[in-house]
């Protein structure tokens, strides 16, 4: 994650740290008498800016117009935004920062989540010749410690502390800080009335107990619990990482000691004996591993088309298509599609619709495709959904009611056959209403929090989506007929709030924010199923073609 400052009362958004290496070929010679001197400008379009900033600078390699440059850039990488990043290749000419004061070599422009999904980004430079040679882009996550710790601790003949009865031990777990002070970074839960506790076991990143250093102190406090808060002290020890990771045996057997005890008494030996009963070390992987590895995301969109929007044809109508700026549907669409097309490999979409009456007999249809074909739902790119959606919107009859389980379980279908990590399903579900088959809906969430899925869903138009609420289950799990949820795979966000201004660049805007906020979730809900199903990433090495060599001179 990315090393931000502490300032209080401000707002640090989490991302990923990636590294980009930057290598060119067969660029143009603009020297007469030598070879070009090049250096890559990064520049990057932040969330919500028309305009590039500058982001870097390699250094100048002289002489050479297949430069391997040895300077890296560090980009924040956020999964739910479009990232957009363009790298400009200049001839060095003087001392001069001004970049005017160099030849310009050439450009490319690309997402930083392209770069992040291919092995070795290679593309074209549009520059002065027609062949402006190429830009060779590789990306790497940094992290300082990618490891997670799984311990559990038992007590032995602890002090007694309450008068009626024993003690109600917890533990407590404090990092040291380089200036050799401890901030407390996890807490047991409380065993009532007992001398010899056994302890839940529970998972923290390695870091959290010690920043990755194995070597650096860890201090454990045991404590008798009170219901007034003011708990007594029972003792205290030092270990590290490292010694912790012998696991249960003799040697991970600690004192636990009362200094001030130990000051009064001089039989006093200890308070009882904490013993580590099971230290077990991970690795963590990220979002990034997977995609990596290789792990492909496929998008489904499902469109509502329930009589509820209103007739296609009428202005007020959600479904209306006006000539002067895209309707709900179209800007969700486009927000949600425009990020994941980078992460599909093939760029064919599934796209269903439910809700309407199909030609040419009138039946009722919760699950039919939008492209009008009997076999296949799938669309060539975000532009052919748009063609099918608008197609669509002549052919079928609007109607209801508003059912979202036939579409999830489509859906699930396919995540079902495919559960070994290669393969990951969004489904983006755009409606204008409340759902109508919430019992079969929940049901089939509480099915779909077991499959490599997620679930998105944008409600459009001014409709009260109160009980979306309880399907985004943030706060309280998602059940049905008494199954909880797995995992939470549903993010639900209404559109007014991303609506705002009319202009062209106000929906711009809108876009990229309704994006950030239906997306930011997605990267977890993916670690959260291959850590429940034990996946771990394939080697990105596997996907890795060899870095192109420079052409002999």
């Known amino acids: 994650?990315?090393?931000?400052?502490?300032?209080?009362?401000?707002?640090?958004?989490?991302?990923?740290?990636?590294?980009?290496?930057?290598?060119?070929?067969?660029?143009?010679?603009?020297?007469?008498?030598?070879?070009?001197?090049?250096?890559?400008?990064?520049?990057?379009?932040?969330?919500?800016?028309?305009?590039?900033?500058?982001?870097?600078?390699?250094?100048?390699?002289?002489?050479?117009?297949?430069?391997?440059?040895?300077?890296?850039?560090?980009?924040?990488?956020?999964?739910?935004?479009?990232?957009?990043?363009?790298?400009?290749?200049?001839d060095i000419d003087s001392t001069s920062s001004s970049l005017s004061e160099h030849d310009f070599l050439g450009k490319m422009e690309c997402t930083l989540a392209q770069i992040v999904t291919e092995a070795v980004l290679r593309k074209p430079l549009q520059g002065p010749k027609m062949n402006s040679g190429s830009i060779i882009v590789s990306s790497e996550e940094l992290s300082s410690c990618k490891e997670e710790v799984t311990l559990q601790f038992c007590g032995k003949?602890?002090?007694k502390k309450d008068f009626f009865g024993k003690s109600d031990p917890f533990l407590e777990f404090h990092k040291a800080r380089e200036d050799g002070s401890y901030v407390l970074t996890h807490r047991t839960e409380v065993v009532k009335n007992t001398l010899n506790p056994t302890w839940k076991q529970f998972t923290l990143p390695v870091r959290a107990l010690c920043n990755g250093d194995y070597d650096r102190s860890i201090k454990i406090a045991c404590w008798d619990w009170n219901s007034?808060?003011?708990?007594?002290?029972?003792?205290?020890?030092?270990?590290?990482?490292?010694?912790?990771?012998?696991?249960?045996?003799?040697?991970?057997?600690?004192?636990?000691?009362n200094a001030e005890k130990k000051k009064k008494k001089k039989s006093y030996k200890h308070s009882g004996m904490i013993e580590v009963l099971?230290?077990?070390?991970?690795?963590?992987?990220?979002?990034?591993?997977?995609?990596?590895?290789?792990?492909?995301?496929?998008?489904?969109?499902?469109?509502?088309?329930?009589?509820?929007?209103?007739?296609?044809?009428?202005?007020?109508?959600?479904?209306?298509?006006?000539?002067?700026?895209?309707?709900?549907?179209?800007?969700?669409?486009?927000?949600?599609?425009?990020?994941?097309?980078?992460?599909?490999?093939?760029?064919?979409?599934?796209?269903?619709?439910?809700?309407a009456r199909l030609p040419p007999d009138g039946r009722v249809s919760h699950e039919f495709f939008l492209n009008g074909s009997t076999t296949s739902p799938y669309c060539e790119g975000i532009a052919g959904v748009m063609a099918a959606y608008q197609q669509?919107?002549?052919?079928?009859?609007?109607?209801?009611?508003t059912n979202f389980a036939p579409v999830i379980n489509h859906v699930a279908r396919f995540a079902t056959a495919v559960r070994d990590g290669t393969?990951?399903?969004?489904?983006?579900?755009?409606?204008?209403?409340?759902?109508?088959?919430?019992?079969?809906?929940?049901?089939?969430?509480?099915?779909?929090?077991?499959?490599p899925m997620s679930i998105i869903i944008v409600g459009v138009g001014e409709?009260?989506?109160?009980?979306?609420?309880?399907?985004?289950?943030?706060?309280?799990?998602?059940?049905?007929?008494?199954?909880?949820?797995?995992?939470?795979?549903?993010?639900?966000?209404?559109?007014?709030?991303?609506?705002?201004?009319?202009?062209?660049?106000?929906?711009e805007m809108n876009k990229a924010?309704?994006?950030?906020?239906?997306?930011?979730?997605?990267?977890?809900?993916?670690?959260?199923y291959m850590k429940k199903t034990a996946i771990k990433p394939r080697p990105p090495l596997q996907r890795q073609p060899t870095l192109p060599t420079a052409p002999p001179t």
């Open 1 to 90: 994650m990315a090393n931000t400052t502490f300032q209080a009362g401000a707002a640090a958004i989490p991302a990923t740290k990636v590294e980009l290496a930057v290598s060119c070929r067969n660029l143009v010679d603009m020297d007469v008498f030598s070879k070009s001197d090049p250096m890559v400008v990064l520049f990057i379009k932040e969330f919500g800016s028309p305009q590039y900033r500058e982001l870097g600078r390699t250094e100048t390699i002289w002489d050479n117009l297949n430069p391997d440059f040895t300077k890296k850039f560090i980009v924040d990488y956020y999964f739910e935004e479009s990232q957009h990043l363009r790298f400009d290749v200049y």
């Open 157 to 159: 003949k602890l002090d």
């Open 228 to 257: 007034n808060g003011t708990h007594d002290y029972i003792g205290e020890f030092l270990t590290t990482q490292r010694e912790l990771a012998r696991g249960a045996g003799p040697s991970n057997s600690f004192d636990c000691v």
């Open 278 to 355: 099971k230290c077990k070390i991970d690795p963590v992987y990220s979002f990034l591993d997977y995609i990596k590895g290789g792990t492909q995301m496929n998008c489904v969109i499902a469109i509502d088309f329930t009589a509820s929007n209103g007739a296609p044809s009428n202005p007020t109508s959600l479904h209306y298509l006006s000539p002067y700026q895209p309707n709900q549907y179209t800007q969700a669409l486009y927000s949600v599609g425009d990020i994941i097309k980078d992460y599909d490999s093939d760029q064919l979409f599934p796209a269903l619709g439910f809700g």
């Open 392 to 401: 669509a919107l002549q052919t079928v009859q609007l109607y209801g009611p």
């Open 423 to 451: 393969q990951y399903f969004i489904l983006l579900i755009i409606t204008d209403g409340v759902i109508t088959d919430m019992p079969q809906t929940k049901e089939a969430i509480v099915n779909a929090a077991a499959l």
């Open 463 to 507: 409709a009260d989506f109160d009980a979306m609420e309880e399907l985004d289950g943030d706060d309280v799990r998602l059940s049905s007929r008494g199954r909880v949820a797995e995992r939470d795979i549903v993010q639900f966000v209404p559109f007014r709030e991303f609506s705002r201004g009319t202009s062209a660049q106000a929906v």
């Open 513 to 528: 924010r309704l994006a950030k906020e239906v997306l930011a979730e997605i990267p977890d809900q993916i670690v959260s």
